[in-house]
């Protein structure tokens, strides 16, 4: 039983940075879903692909809310007991201000997108647009999230209480980032579509007496949301395997030996399989809607291994 203290307190200490992720990285990959899906309408002249991608751009936009909200408690907390960080928030010679900048361009474009939905009916081209312009200003927030991250680490590997650098703020994005913040990025932009999908399934069975959009088009939209969620939340169990069998090189024992690590990295390889399972099952389903229970937990498995990963990671880093 001791052997599950240090694992539990080390992941539930990560649960709000890991549920802050979910609700950002959401929001970014749930634009750049619908506007595929949106795609797929236009050139398969299929009505259901269009549906959905008008339900997941609504979604979309309550996580950006959701996401707001919590950025901006975070940030009264993180002031409030660390003021030296006030600096970052504030100075227009902050990283953070092109954030601040591309969230605010993905915002106003991603409004229209959705709220004008059935008034551009007849003039898809230019809908789409729209919405391809808010799904490359959240893929730009990726890049201003990374590089801000770079900036205040090195920062801080020099002093305990960093100051923003004396440099106009457009300077830290003007070079290409190092192989290392591209991986970080590539890998953000994989659990984007993950975590979208992930709450996409959840918000299609949430909306399922609201919207009533008939039985055939749930037995068509469950199994497209569960292949989305389930491709790209592959594609991250690959990666992140291959980024921590890296971490550790020649010391691989560390993700067996110390217990905190490889019950934590456990977990979040036990939840990831299941809830491919369960879009597996969901995708291949001729009744989807048998498997809402399953898509409902799915973003909460989610969540949980996300923390449990970030907590393996940090422990091979506290170990080595």
Request: include cysteine.
């Amino acid at each position: 039983m001791n052997n599950l203290i240090e694992p539990l307190r080390l992941a539930s200490s990560l649960l709000p940075k890991a549920v802050g992720d979910f609700i950002a990285l959401s929001a970014i990959g749930a634009p750049i879903l619908a506007v595929i899906l949106e795609i797929t309408a236009k050139t398969r002249n299929k009505i259901f692909y269009d549906k959905l991608a008008k339900q997941i751009a609504s979604l979309s936009l309550i996580m950006y809310v959701l996401f707001l909200i919590c950025a901006a408690g975070a940030a009264t907390y993180f002031t409030r007991h660390f003021s030296w960080l006030t600096e970052w928030f504030t100075s227009t010679s902050s990283p953070l201000l092109m954030a601040y900048i591309t969230i605010a361009f993905t915002l106003a474009l991603l409004i229209p997108y959705t709220m004008f939905w059935k008034y551009m009916k007849k003039n898809k081209p230019l809908h789409i647009l729209l919405g391809a312009c808010a799904a490359l200003g959240g893929i730009a927030s990726i890049h201003a999230a990374t590089m801000t991250m770079k900036v205040f680490f090195v920062q801080q590997a020099a002093a305990p209480f960093p100051k923003v650098p004396d440099l106009p703020f457009i300077d830290h994005f003007l070079v290409l980032p190092e192989a290392a913040g591209l991986c970080l990025a590539g890998l953000y932009l994989i659990m984007a579509l993950s975590f979208a999908a992930s709450i996409g399934g959840l918000y299609l069975v949430l909306r399922r007496n609201k919207d009533n959009f008939g039985r055939d088009y749930y037995k068509f939209s469950l199994p497209v949301i569960a292949k989305w969620a389930f491709i790209p939340t592959f594609a991250q169990l690959v990666a992140v395997s291959a980024v921590i069998t890296y971490l550790c090189g020649p010391a691989k024992e560390l993700l067996l030996s110390n217990n905190t690590t490889a019950i934590c990295l456990g977990i979040a390889a036990f939840l990831t399989i299941l809830n491919c399972a369960i879009w597996i099952v969901t995708w291949k389903s001729a009744t989807p809607m048998r498997h809402k229970i399953g898509l409902t937990l799915a973003p909460f498995f989610t969540i949980i291994a996300h923390t449990t990963i970030m907590a393996g990671a940090m422990n091979i880093f506290l170990t080595m």
